[in-house]
């Protein structure tokens, strides 16, 4: 819980370091800009608040974990499905960048404080799921990693996410694909690699092998 904070916080400060330009450039989401993207993390944080008041009931046992939480698909987003149409006309509704990153830091800090005082063994209920407390927001250390990743993709200079979120989002990763990456492959590597951020280099390629890289993209949702 306290790597969703550091990944958390990591992320916001990124936000807040953007120039009013920087909200018009790419990002590492297909079809979004920079800010659609943020756009998506005040509904993430909407999604983390209303979780976290969402107990499962009492006879309700766990169904999955932190990794479990993710679903693997293979047909990487183009941008164009609804929801993702959604969030591009919401973003372009707020029109100036400053409204877009004060709504972002108040829903973000109010969903940062109620992730500090969640109990890490409650059990809550989201996508018809029931998790503990610790493992979905130890899931959302994923999230927060890969989005910092895409908002910083284009944008010369930004920081980037925590060095202890990369290596844990790493984990999570090969998890789900049921396999280590080569120790030759960074964190960040790894992660771009792994979801089709980026198609791999020929070395690269040769290195995953044959069974691993027929398992990529992971597409996750």
Known sequence: MD??????????????ALADEDFGRPSGCAGWLVRDLV????IDAQD???????PAGAAEPVTHDAVTYWR???TPPTGDDPLDA????LAAAYQEPELLKFHLDDVGAAAGRAAALADPE??????????????????YVLEWTLHHLDLVAHVPGAAGPPPEGLARTRAMVEALAGAAFPASFSDVD????ATGRRAPTAAERAALGPELGTRLPLVLG
């Not at 790597?3 to 807040?16: E, G, I, K, P």
């Not at 756009?39 to 005040?42: A, F, I, K, T």
């Not at 983390?48 to 969402?54: A, H, M, Q």
């Not at 790894?190 to 690699?193: C, D, G, T």
């Open 122 to 139: 409650l059990r809550v209920r989201t996508q018809d799921m029931v998790l503990t407390a610790g493992d979905y927001l130890s899931a």
């Open 86 to 89: 959604l969030v591009v006309r």
């Open 39 to 42: 756009c998506h993390l005040v």
């Open 3 to 16: 790597l969703f904070t550091r990944s958390w916080d990591a992320l916001r400060a990124a936000v807040a």
């Open 72 to 74: 693997v698909g293979d």
């Open 190 to 193: 790894v992660l771009l690699v």
């Open 48 to 54: 983390v608040l209303i979780t976290l008041v969402t």
